[in-house]
């Protein structure tokens, strides 16, 4: 006996062999076979054994020892598992089409909706700009946002600055382009010279600016320096593409311009339609003051914050009041912000995109909760398979597994369904942006959206699956074989699950709509707005004189006055005027107002009021009313005294209670002289429906003879067709006069309510589906449990209850359910109100008659829901439901 | 069961061992085996092997009684099932069409 292996070695293989039959016949085995070899040498003997247990241990591997190689075991083991169960998941899927059909589809609008968001919100916000190190660049508002400043303001900030690497100044600018290719008006911008080195950009073809070959602010009016810089669409379009253009002169509002550098592809600083860019010098020829016309742009020393850099200026800005008192009001400074330059070049679509985003996630969820009840529903009819192969020797964990695998299949064909939505949602999107919104050219499926779609693909596949998937592998094993499909109660658990599911719809569909109404009530309110004129029946365009050829202003009137009185004589026109700014147009000529019979202490600045050039027939041709006074006449011009003609709110705001007529103002447009106000006119709103009306003021143009002027007609017919008529009066008068925007009003103000009215149709669309979304789920939800409970309410109407006390049973869990989903979703829809305030027009985000009709809405639409399952069960057949299948 | 898997070359062994003792256990297996092939075969590899046949279906095991001589421990006993002897058989016919006029080529072996 004493002639056994040796005993460590003994213990050790006993200790790696799996317990039973493999442990007790190979170690009985192993003893016996030791017994034989011993007799020809105990060492023989134990080296055998040693070798013996070390093929053991590899065939065997001990789960403790050696985890890499167990691990490694497990993975490939694991591996061969999920083959199988791919394969195993795309034939449960290929047998119901019809399910997986619905679970593909609910994602992938879900999925879809969410990617064309997310790449518009990459494309707009999240992609940094085009420039080295973009996020070091910063927009600088000396006086709060949207007030511009002066040149040796600028001046003074660039020498004065620590924070800041280089400070550069820009002011947007339309330009005329005459001569070969006709002419043509031209968006861009005047820059400091500075600025594209700033921003880190080289030009494609040429060179940028040098400082000599910049024009001071105060020179000529014409805005052409000694130099051009173009862009690439603009030369391709009009210069063919051709290198050569450098060093070519072109003629820029009548001046001849060298050509100095073509600019890349990428460049579109401030915006994607800016074409041509000359150079400003901003040597300053006077003090520094409050106002002028320049933004600035910064870049950011590293290590340096934005809150540094703010801070500096308002240190700066308020060194500036002290020194120069008499330039800057009192307050003037104090409202000093630092932006971020891709923040600044956004505004609000910031917003816009943000609850969009909201929306669309929203809907997502109400989605997945639909698939969860969908794969919950469909788990019963599972139970059985679930139950035999449990029985086979499956763990939990494996069957988890599988149907995990069958959800993410699916999932992955709705997220390749979302993406071919998000394709063509992100073109929707493109075109639905304004045009010059910094990056809306570029949105598409970049590859940060692509990881995205992969990311939410994952959580919503995991959202809608693990719950079923845990609940079915683990439920109802207690269920034999033999009794597949029959239950008496619906399990609780259960119960509340699919309940609390379909609260969860309830109240994020709820919130959903509660928006979508929100909005459609302020868009309604907003395209509701008197815009103070006369729409229907106009048309308008620009006409802008180069002003190098018209540097009279008896020729600039001359040319006002000949096309309006040939515009008139066209048939069909009612009247035709015109004016320097097109209401609506969302620019603005702001100015402080002074009033000769109310002097201004010093630092104090008057009234900033909106200061317009127009003609005596335009207040006639767009409707605007006469209210006192008179309007301008063919005596109001050069060498005749001043006069201006007043709106509404100014004469209320400035004058309350008086008479304005015949009170003398100026503003800094009209230099050193007093006009006299003849008559006050109807307000107009002016940069959009949206904001508060500002008090107006206007000018003659004979008087004030500006170059550029829109042109109003009124006709009796189609608008549009007056636009070739048009065109061929102003080229007959003067080719070198380009006519750019042509279009009728109403065009007009349809476009300036066009991204309220994009955001209110998203959002009635993604209320519209997650209303139907939860519709749906509360059918299914209840219809389900109606299903599983007809034994029992077989029973019930055997032992005498009557078929309406189970409609109203039934009804009355639907109506639990909806109640309980409208609090929560009110309490929901009231932290969602906090968000739309923003882009909310004249509409308390909290707004009582909203609500309750929401709720009551979504009440009828759980009830409705609950209805038809209801009736069904009030109509069971006893007999037939227990008599078993 | 439609395909049957193929033997591999130490299964094929076993299992044509295994036929031979008719019920043989492992220990007895392992000493027909060295016998007739002439090499070393590991216990971890064998039973591993029995187990992979039988899920294969080509073997039934069953235990024995506890024998004392063997410190307690009853033997594994295996039998080989028609499939088995089915696939042995399809192997072999193989194995012989392959070999079919090669023996020539063996020459000195």
Known sequence: MSSGPPPILRRLLTWALPPGRVRDGLSGDLDELYAERVQEGRLHADVWYGRQLLSVLLHYPPRRVCAVWTRRQRVQTMMRGLGKDLRYAFRTVARQPGFAAVIVLTLGLGIGANTAVFSAVDSVLLRPLPYPDADRLVAVWLDGRGEPIGPATYSAVRDGSRTLEDVAAWSGWGFTVTGDGGAEAVQGARISTNLPQMLGVVPLHG?????????????PAYAGGNAALLSYGFWQRRYGGDPAVVGRTITIDGMPVPVVGVMPESFDFPSPTAELWTPIAVEPSEEPSAGGAYRLVGRLRDGVSPEDALSEMRGLAGALRNEYPDGFPDRWGEQSEVVPLRDDLVGPTKQTLFILLGAVTFVLLVGCANVANLFLARATGRRSEMAIRTALGAGRWRLVRQLLTEQTVLACLGALLGLILALWGARIFAEALPPDLTGAREIGIS???????????????????????????????????????????????????????????????????????????????????????????????????????????????????????????????????????????????????????????????????????????????????????RGFTPTDRTGAPPVAVISETLARQVFPGDDPLGERVRTGFDGEAWTTIVGVVGDTKDLDLASTTLPQIYRPHAQVSLAGMTYMIR??????????????????????????????????????????????????????????LAAVGIYGVISYAVGQRTREFGIRLALGARPADLLYHVLGGGAKLGLLGLLIGISGSALLARFLESVLYEIEPLDGPTFAVVAVVLASVALLGSYVPARRAARVNPVISLSGE | MPERAALGEFEHLVLATALRLNAGYGAELVRELEE?????????????????????????????????????????????????????AEQRAALLRVWEGLEAKLGRA
Request: net charge neutral; no cysteine; glycine share 12%.
């Open chain 1, 207 to 219: 060179r940028t600016f040098v400082e000599e070959e910049a024009l001071p602010w105060g020179g």
């Open chain 1, 447 to 629: 590859g940060r959206v692509l990881g995205f779609t992969v990311t939410l693909t994952a959580v919503a596949g995991l959202l809608s699956g693990i719950v079923p998937a845990l609940r079915t592998a683990r439920g109802e094993l207690q269920f034999t074989l033999g009794e597949a499909g029959r239950s008496g109660t619906l399990g609780r658990d259960r119960h509340r699950l699919l309940g609390s599911l379909v609260v969860t719809q309830l109240a994020v569909a709820l919130v959903l709509v509660v928006g979508a109404s929100l909005m459609l009530q302020s868009f309604w309110r907003l395209s509701q707005q008197d815009p103070g004129f006369r729409a229907e029946g106009v048309l308008t365009f620009r006409a802008a004189a180069p002003e190098a050829f018209y540097p009279d202003a008896s020729q600039r009137t001359q040319l006002t006055a000949g096309i309006l009185e040939r515009v008139s004589a066209l048939p069909g026109v009612a009247s035709a005027g015109a004016i320097h700014l097109l209401p609506l147009g969302g620019s603005n000529w702001g100015n402080a107002l002074q009033v000769e019979s109310r002097p201004l202490l010093p630092g104090q600045d008057g009234p900033t009021v909106a200061w317009r050039v127009a003609t005596p027939e335009y207040f006639g041709t767009v409707g605007v009313p006469l209210l006192a006074g």
């Open chain 1, 715 to 772: 006709t009796r017919e189609d608008p549009l067709s007056l636009a070739g008529p048009a065109r061929e009066i102003v080229a007959d008068l003067d080719a070198n006069v380009p006519v750019s925007d042509v279009q009728p009003m109403d065009d007009v103000i349809s476009q300036s309510i066009a991204e309220p009215r994009f955001l209110m149709l998203l959002l009635g669309a993604f209320g519209a589906a997650g209303l139907l």
């Open chain 2, 36 to 88: 007739r092939t002439g090499r070393q075969v590991q216990g971890g590899a064998l039973y591993s092997t029995l187990d992979r046949l039988e899920s294969k279906g080509y073997l039934v095991s069953r235990m024995g009684e506890p024998d004392s001589r063997r410190g307690g421990r009853p033997k594994r006993f295996v039998e080989v099932t028609p499939e088995g002897v089915r696939a042995l």
